[in-house]
């Protein structure tokens, strides 16, 4: 299956193949392992010449991606979609293709499917969100209009959106078009009168497009293919878009205008924007009342960037000459519709996408998606999470790992009460800021830091929105190093503000609670506690001392663990001087039994120790 290359969604990567001292020590006894990290080495500025390993990105388990790892998982189809698109989900899910449901049968299939796969019909609302309890992960719109879907309720439970915004959009244009001509010439209604037994070939005498100047509302996939077609009609093409680049435009011979001047000059106006707050019912008596007498109008947008209401009355008064709808505020719309039965009216029931070709592309294309999300992976047509391109994807992905890991990490040294506030994550890199996008990172952070101490399920979707409900707020800061920019990070570090730490080694001097993190040879390391330098896999879990520097502890603690059967994976010992203050972190696959605990705690020179769970 040629899933789009993607980003896991609902928790780690799993760390790539490495051939890490980490990984190559993982099972020595613990003693052995042991080793001196030097000094505090703060501040340095290192040559970076290591090249990251590109995570191949696994398939994934544990919550979220559970019903792919566990079963197959289940996908509800509420509307007529591609054979193909159907077969490839069929491939890997079990699907339940109900159609026409109502909104009651809808929530209450909703709680019992993991994807959800619609088209325009279908409202998914913050009920239906709500109705899923936490089951649904992915709704999948088979087309471009995402205006039946509540974003915002969707991103509020991490529940992934895609669509399929391209492969419809020729369909979209030629449909466009098929109305602009069908309506210059009064085909439908010719057509419907020659059926019903009438010659009337002075009636439906039409007007010449060539020559005209058509006005293309919203410059984008749909309206700049548009574009391109009217032109070799022979028409005048201008076009208003607030959001489309001016190059692009003129690539293809096309004015961009002003919204009064597109609307003022056109002899036919074709609207392409999507359905937002801001464009709904754009076109209004106000704006039908600038238009040139006897404009004609086409819509193979969404009904409600038009007030229906008004255009009736712009036909009724002649300043609408004629217009094409495909799309209407209510579809379908109500049976005795004026606007739908206007002798100047052609209409046709939302067809714009519904060609045999544009709708295999879409399912197929929505497929994909659904199924590379139901795999932990982000596609890149997610429309409620951040579009990261593939390869930066890639590049990040171990980064991702370390981000998580760290917020497990540091959340775990807050004394219980303290609260947290603020959480500060520096990035120290040699890259130029355009060229590093760290949300998904800041996302992985809040998850780290959130999940250990809620029920909340967290992911790259609604991370900031978690964060923000619970009055986390989260500054990202960049160090600049000089040298190399191969890599993306050199490292990161978490701070927390203002609280109390279960953990003094982790308090820096400032009183913030820090630790920071490197990737090396793909795989997370912590590189400082506090004000101390060690170097530490996160592959496994953690154990923390914090003692005076002396011969014999390490021994010590390595012996105990290994009399409790704890595999040591990795050991360092960051000090700030020899004879001072010193922190052992010792990387453990298990969580030592309570007698382990004890035992550590009661060498004399341990002053303070905490076990960190971080898988
Ligand atoms: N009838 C159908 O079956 C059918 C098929 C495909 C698309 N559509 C609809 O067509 C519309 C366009 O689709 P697309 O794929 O071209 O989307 P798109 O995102 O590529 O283009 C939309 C363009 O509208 C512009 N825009 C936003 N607000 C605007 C405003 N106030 N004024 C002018 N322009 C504005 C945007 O900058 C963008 O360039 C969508 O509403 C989509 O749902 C309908
Ligand atoms: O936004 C779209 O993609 C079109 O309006 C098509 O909608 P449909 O999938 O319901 O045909």
């Not at 998982?73 to 026409?100: H, I, M, Q, S, W």
């Not at 998914?124 to 995402?146: D, P, Q, S």
């Not at 244009?173 to 419907?192: G, K, P, S, T």
């Not at 550590?600 to 002053?607: A, K, L, N, V, W």
């Amino acid at each position: 299956m040629a899933l789009a290359l993607a980003m896991p969604l609902h928790h780690l990567l799993a760390a790539p193949p490495s051939t890490s001292p980490a990984a190559v020590a993982a099972h020595e006894p613990a003693g052995a392992l042991a080793h001196r990290a030097s000094p505090v080495r703060r501040g340095r500025l290192r040559l970076l010449s290591r090249r990251l390993s590109a995570a191949p990105l696994p398939a994934l388990s544990s919550q979220g991606a559970g019903a792919v790892a566990e079963g197959r998982p289940t996908v509800l189809v509420t509307e007529k979609l591609g054979a193909a698109g159907l077969e490839l989900l069929r491939k890997f899910a079990n699907v339940d293709c109900a159609y026409e449901l109502t909104a009651e049968e809808l929530r209450a299939k909703v709680s019992l499917v993991d994807a959800l796969v619609v088209r325009s019909a279908t409202r998914v609302t913050r009920e239906v969100f709500e109705a899923a309890r936490g089951r649904l992960r992915v709704v999948g719109r088979a087309g471009v209009g995402i205006d039946n879907v509540d974003l915002q309720a969707a991103t509020e439970v991490g529940c992934l959106v895609v669509n399929a915004p391209t492969a419809n959009t020729i369909a979209a244009a030629e449909h466009a078009i098929a109305l602009l001509a069908a309506m210059a010439r009064n085909v439908a209604q010719a057509d419907a009168s020659l059926k019903a037994g009438k010659w009337q070939r002075n009636k439906y005498v039409g007007v010449s497009l060539v020559g005209k100047t058509l006005a293309i509302m919203g410059f984008g996939k749909v309206g700049s293919e548009v574009a391109r077609r009217a032109k070799g009609l022979g028409m005048d093409i201008i076009a208003h878009d607030p959001y489309a680049p001016v190059d692009r435009a003129r690539a293809i011979g096309v004015d961009l205008v002003s919204f009064d001047e597109a609307i003022s000059i056109a002899d036919f106006i074709s609207l392409h924007m999507p359905l937002t707050p801001s464009t709904s019912k754009l076109f209004d008596d106000e704006t039908f009342a600038k238009m040139k007498k006897g404009v004609r109008i086409i819509n193979v947008a969404r009904g409600g960037v038009v007030d229906e209401d008004a255009l009736l009355r712009s036909l009724d008064n002649g300043t609408v000459s004629q217009a094409a709808l495909d799309v209407f505020t209510e579809e379908p719309p109500p049976k005795d519709s004026k606007l739908v039965h206007h002798e100047n009216v052609t209409v046709t029931p939302h067809l714009g996408a519904s060609t045999t070709e544009a709708q295999e592309g879409v399912a197929l294309e929505i497929a994909q998606a659904v199924l590379g999300a139901l795999k932990g992976e982000l596609a890149g047509t997610a429309v409620n999470a951040p579009m990261v391109p593939d390869e930066v994807l890639l590049e990040l992905s171990p980064y991702v790992v370390l981000a998580e890991k760290l917020g497990r990490l540091v959340v775990q040294l807050v004394a219980g009460g303290s609260g947290i506030k603020g959480v500060k994550v520096v990035y120290s890199s040699a890259r130029d800021p355009d060229d590093l996008d760290t949300r998904i990172l800041r996302a992985m952070v809040i998850k780290g830091i959130i999940e250990p101490i809620s029920s909340a399920f967290v992911n790259i979707v609604n991370a900031d929105y978690v964060a923000k409900q619970r009055g986390l707020r989260i500054i990202e800061e960049r160090t600049f190093l000089d040298g190399s920019a191969e890599i993306p990070i050199d490292s990161i570090q978490v701070h927390l503000a203002n609280v109390e730490s279960k953990f003094a080694g982790a308090l820096s001097d400032e009183g913030d609670i820090k630790v920071e993190g490197e990737v090396k040879d793909g795989a997370p390391h912590l590189t400082l506690v506090g004000p101390f330098s060690v170097d530490v896999s996160l592959e496994g879990n953690l154990i923390l001392c914090h003692q005076v520097d002396q011969p014999g502890i390490i021994g010590k603690v390595g012996s105990i663990l290994g009399k409790m059967n704890v595999n040591v994976n990795f050991m360092s010992v960051g000090r700030t001087a020899p004879g001072k203050q010193a922190i052992m972190a010792i990387g453990v696959d298990e969580e030592p039994e309570k007698e382990a605990a004890k035992l550590i705690g009661d060498i004399p020179s341990i002053e303070e120790f905490v076990f960190l769970k971080l898988r």
